[in-house]
């Protein structure tokens, strides 16, 4: 009788052993994950910042370039709108 209690608490300890090494796995994987959540969510900042980025960037090179453009056009204007008034409104046009 008292080796089947013996056996019994052997049983007892290896379920309980067995328990705690689940769990601990458990707590591992718990753990592991997070940490993967955490790089996860650190790099899926890091591509939507740089590619906030780099919209603005083109955003403001294209604003830049359409006002260049305007300019310019302005620009030529003036010089067309002069040459024309030199030629025909001061010189009589020839």
Do not use: P
């Amino acid at each position: 009788m008292e080796n089947h209690k013996m056996v019994e608490s052997v049983h007892v300890r290896e379920e309980e052993d067995n328990d705690a090494a689940v769990q601990e796995e458990e707590d591992e994987a718990d753990v592991g994950s997070s940490l993967t959540l955490e790089r996860v969510a650190a790099a899926k900042k890091f591509i939507e910042d740089h590619y906030r980025s780099q919209m603005k960037h083109i955003r403001e090179r294209k604003e830049r370039c359409v006002c260049e453009i305007h300019a310019l056009s302005f620009l030529l204007f003036n010089v067309m709108l002069r040459s024309f008034l030199f030629r025909y409104v001061l010189w009589g046009g020839s």
